[in-house]
């Protein structure tokens, strides 16, 4: 059974930052894509960043410049490292896998088969 558990969200001020975590059982994060995600309140959820099984990062334009997407195989756990934050970042947060094993390079950042979700993990930040 595949578990994905998100952690380190919070409240922040604007500029402030967070780590977030996502600590993955019933797969193994070098062999799968792996990808964050946020949804804030009446909003779609947009894709954030996501990593190949092969560690190949690629952010969306929210992240660019501001969040480093990065894992430890060792641990199984995926993170999201999140600086100069600002209040439209304000969400609840996800990590994701994709479903199919060694999706590498620039494959991983336009999947659509993200199938394993996490429970969230809220941010907030206050301007």
């Known amino acids: 059974q595949v578990q994905l558990v998100e952690s380190g969200g919070g409240s922040v001020q604007a500029g402030g930052s967070l780590r977030l975590s996502c600590a993955v059982s019933g797969l193994t994060t070098s062999r799968y894509c792996m990808g964050w995600f946020r949804q804030a309140p009446g909003k779609e959820r947009e894709r954030v960043a996501t990593?190949?099984?092969?560690?190949?990062?690629s952010y969306t334009d929210i992240a660019k410049g501001r969040f480093t997407v990065s894992k430890d195989n060792a641990k199984n756990t995926l993170y999201l490292q999140m600086s100069s934050l600002k209040p439209e970042d304000t969400a609840m947060y996800y990590c994701?896998?994709?479903?199919?094993?060694?999706?590498?390079?620039?494959?991983?950042?336009?999947?659509?088969?993200?199938?394993?979700w996490g429970q969230g993990t809220q941010v907030t930040v206050s301007s």
């Open positions: 994701a896998a994709d479903y199919r094993l060694f999706v590498i390079g620039a494959a991983c950042s336009t999947s659509t088969n993200f199938r394993y």
């Open positions: 990593i190949s099984a092969d560690g190949y990062p």
